[in-house]
């Protein structure tokens, strides 16, 4: 936790538009970039190696591979949130060419985003990376200043946050529907219905209210109004319909049918190289949807406060996921992993920043505890998921590191430990360290 020492700046006079031009560059000195320094030289560590392991695997044209070493492909949901971390870090010129690179190449005319560097349209789209990027863009702005790549590439940017909410994607309940969810589980592989997933709802009320906020810095009022209209009754049936709520008992759930039924089992409709033979999803008899660390996601998005009821009980559930034997948090009931479990690196970490939006400082330290001694700790050069047995490789593929855990690491220290915030609503700072 930030001691006496902890030193913010603020610079006082100058315009939100004229930020960029006061901005060092990234060939810029490194200390003008966001620091952390505390009594805990290993977070110190792990601050640093993440800030800058961003800036070092990601390309000067904003190009990456999700994992390096692993899958070869982008992947738009970590483009979005590496563009995150790059904004919240300073490293701003960053962040504007990993957006560059998404507006450029990650989208496709109908503003369906690419999915390990193809475009899945229909019900098999990953709605929540809609949001994501939207999400990314508006932080991009609120950190720089700079609506330079907005303005340039907002008939595309409009495109990304009007295709959810044409048919086939949005249910006449106002509700995101899909035959895949959060963790690429989908219908033809796993056995996810075609519905509604919690993840999809909360990332779009996310960047759809954020996006409305850019389509008025643009003056395009239409667009600001829809997409705020959209956030504003997306979120109201996700959280009180009397049928499709995603709560049931109190509770977020995972995934809930149009004829509202929750789905609460996994059924794949045969072996393959996504579900093993000798996974636990392709042994178990009823492979579990709940507990999954995405009831995070409502909370840690602003959709709920901390001390919501529901958002304690999704904390409460998701600390069932903790591995105990290698440390770290599962991603989801380990019946329904198509891998043999282990912690998993960046949804332990945006656990941990759920932690810290609760006034967790025990649990924060815990996750940090494990970053600062799990294998790749001295480099923050950490692979998929911390396996505890043999990846089936074939026809699963070796792992590597993946880049999206470095934005969640930084945006941990920033925004959480430091507690330095910038508001939707208003563009005003909160600080309120942890």
Known sequence: APGPDATFTYLLGLRREDLSTRAMSDAGRLEHLASFSSDNEAFDHLFRMSRDNLRAMIAADGRYDASV???????????????????????????ASILTNILTRLVNERGVMAHASRFRDGLDTELNQQGAVLAALWTHWAYSGDATVIREHWETIRRIGNMPLEPPHLHESGLAFATIEFFERDLHNMGV????????????????????VLATVVGDAETASRWEAAATRMQDVMLNHPRLALVSQGRFIKRRLPSGEQQRFLRPPQLSDHVPADSPLARAEQPRLDPDMCLIHPALYGIVTPDDPRAVAAREDVATLWDPSGGGYLRYHPSADPEQPGGWFFPSVQIAKALAD????????????????????????YVEFNAQAPRPVPPLPPMGIIVWVWAEVVGLFTTRILGVQLQAADGAIRIRPM
């Open 69 to 95: 070493w692993q899958y070869n492909m982008e992947w738009t949901i970590d483009a979005a949130h590496a563009a995150i971390g790059a904004a919240e870090t300073g490293q701003h010129a960053l962040s």
């Open 193 to 212: 219905q075609p519905g509604f997933d919690l993840s999809h709802q909360v990332y779009l009320i996310w960047g759809l209210s954020r996006g409305a």
């Open 358 to 381: 609760a006034g967790d400082a025990e649990g924060v330290a815990r996750v940090l505890s494990w970053l600062t001694t799990v294998r790749g700790a001295e480099g923050a050069t």
